[in-house]
């Protein structure tokens, strides 16, 4: 500062300022915490987590991506982890748990290396070229997987299940989840795609787990709106409307001064002339069942009983969109301009019930990529965390059919990187060396969370690994039902190439992008982050 001037003030009062090792142990520590109150979920053997919201709203899971949606964090740090896990979410469906824990221990030997003083943009650059060793390592062990292998496909769902709390039912999902992808998958220019929009999950308790089938066409959660409309139509010719059959109400109170009898009925004349006018021409476009997105007015749904047509109101814009896919059929928004070649064809349109809830069947469409998966199960609270099982179980399967390639889970791919990883260190050599060495041990975080999850002893566990990998079994895992390490190709514990990587990827990219911070300037209101509000969800020991 210049002799005799007044400092200038740059930050608005109440602002507070962490700079260099100050803001750089919060982070980690914020992340940690977060990371922590995943860990005891990963795995078969992991715990749930029974999530209350202010309203009371119950949400019992397992799944990591639901836990850390659904808790309130306000550290900008323990905010990133939670990025990381929307962000695995949306790139593979799964593989959260591991990606946010990979995090947290990555950033947790980082913070052993800072007390070491090495700079944290050293240890970032040995995480860097660790990472994509890693992938390189996990890419040289990967298996192929033939485009026809239903078996293979099978298992890298149920794998992707079985940390759900759907154990007993998984043969029956995973034949569900793999006719699903399989049906919608496209081929284009030698490559297969899959485009998860194409198939609708549709959920209802009330039955057992076992029950859940997969419909080829979509399923609505809608019934006819007249008691005297059919029940069943065969061919159908489908009218979808998102114009409203009735005559608008307006919003504000509106008084019509009405002299004599004769104007009231002019007045309802015009009504119902307008409404028959619209039923009219809906029947003369030739379709046998309309599905609304509004509503339809009394006249009208009598109207169209009489004609023997099959209508519902009400309809969710996605799921008009689907059925529009499914059914070739073009959402008209003025019924005015409806003429046949709108209508969308199935081959059958049928009311079911289930309980007290009713449900449109739409089956046999023109397009045949179109699939719903109708999941049952004896409460809400267990199709919840099913459709999260199956929602991971989807990604998984998609992605192990678009590239073609698995790895080995239950520890195995970790414990193979690790070692990798320690041989490659030394040519590095420097200061990068510890931080590439730092990784390594980071990775084995993944099997000895396993281990410890399922009550099993991580020493002893990650000592038979590390030797049973030396001696060149690269699938040797752990079996967690029978506490032993295993072959995990023999015990069909297998993930998507893709999913491993990701996980890598996401882990190591959100790491370096919180050791990079060294200065955290909040503005008032925020409040100072302490990470010391963290950290209350498990009971989460070091081992
Ligand atoms: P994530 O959110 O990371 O997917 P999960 O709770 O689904 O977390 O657990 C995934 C981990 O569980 C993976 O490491 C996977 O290999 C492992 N796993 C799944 N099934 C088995 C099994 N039968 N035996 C051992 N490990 C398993
Ligand atoms: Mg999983």
Not at 378 to 384: A, F, I, S
């Amino acid at each position: 500062m210049l002799a005799g001037q007044q400092p200038i003030i740059v930050l608005r009062e109440g602002t507070t300022r962490d700079k260099g090792k100050d803001a750089r142990e919060k982070n980690i520590l914020a992340a940690l915490a977060i990371a922590d109150a995943a860990k005891s979920t990963l795995g078969p053997k992991g715990m749930d987590k029974m999530l209350v919201d202010s309203t009371g709203n119950v949400v019992i899971t397992n799944d990591g991506a639901t836990i850390l949606k659904e808790i309130d964090v306000d550290h900008p740090a323990g905010k990133m982890i939670i990025e990381v896990a929307k962000s695995q979410d949306q790139e593979c469906g799964d593989g959260t748990t591991t990606a946010v824990i990979l995090t947290g221990e990555l950033l947790k030997h980082a913070s052993n290396l800072l007390e070491k003083h090495i700079h944290p943009t050293v240890i970032n650059e040995g995480y860097k070229l660790a990472a994509r060793k890693a992938i390189d390592i996990l890419n040289s062990i990967s298996l192929p997987i033939k485009k026809d292998d239903i078996k293979t496909l099978k298992h890298i769902s149920i794998t992707a299940m079985s940390s759900k709390g759907s154990m007993a039912s998984k043969e029956v999902l995973a034949t569900v989840v793999v006719d699903a992808i399989t049906s919608i998958a496209d081929q284009t220019n030698g490559r297969t795609e899959v485009d998860l929009d194409n198939i609708q999950i549709q959920k209802q308790p009330g039955a057992n787990i076992e029950s859940t089938t997969i419909i080829k066409g979509i399923i609505l959660d809608k019934e006819p709106v007249h008691e005297q409309m059919p029940r069943t139509i065969s061919n159908a010719k489908i009218a979808l409307v998102n114009q409203a059959l009735e005559v608008k109400k307006t919003e504000v109170d509106a008084r019509i001064q009405i002299q004599d009898p004769s104007q009231l009925q002019a007045f309802l004349d015009e009504e119902e002339r307008m409404i028959r006018k619209m039923v009219d021409k809906i029947i003369a476009s030739g379709a046998n069942v309309l599905i609304c997105q509004k509503g339809i007015d009394d006249l009208a749904q009598y109207l169209f009983s009489k004609k023997g047509i099959y209508a519902v109101k009400q309809v969710k814009e996605s799921d008009m969109i689907k059925i529009a896919k499914a059914t070739k059929a073009k959402i008209v928004s003025y019924v005015e301009e409806l003429t046949d070649k709108d209508l969308g064809k199935a081959g059958k349109i049928e009311e079911r019930k289930y309980g007290d809830d009713r449900f449109t069947f739409i089956t046999d469409c023109t397009n045949p990529k179109a699939v719903s998966i109708f999941l049952r199960g004896g409460t809400e609270h267990v199709v919840d965390e099913l459709d999260r099982a199956v929602h991971d179980s989807l990604s998984v399967v998609m992605a192990a059919l678009e590239d073609g390639k698995m790895t080995v889970g239950g520890g195995a791919a970790a414990i193979e990187i690790a070692l990798g990883i320690r041989s490659y260190a030394p040519s590095v050599g420097g200061r990068q060396q510890m931080a590439i060495e730092a990784f390594a041990n980071a990775i084995e975080v993944i099997p000895k969370t396993l281990a410890a999850n399922a009550g099993l002893d991580p020493i002893n566990i990650m000592l038979e690994l590390r030797s049973q990998h030396k001696k060149g079994n690269t699938h040797a895992g752990i079996n967690i039902h029978t506490g032993k390490v295993d072959n995990m190709m023999d015990i069909h514990v297998i993930e998507p190439l893709r999913l491993g990587i990701q996980e890598i990827q996401s882990a190591s990219e959100a790491a370096t992008m919180i050791l990079r911070i060294d200065d955290v300037i909040a503005s008032k209101g925020m409040g100072s982050p302490s990470p010391s509000n963290y950290g209350g969800m498990g009971d989460m020991d070091d081992y």
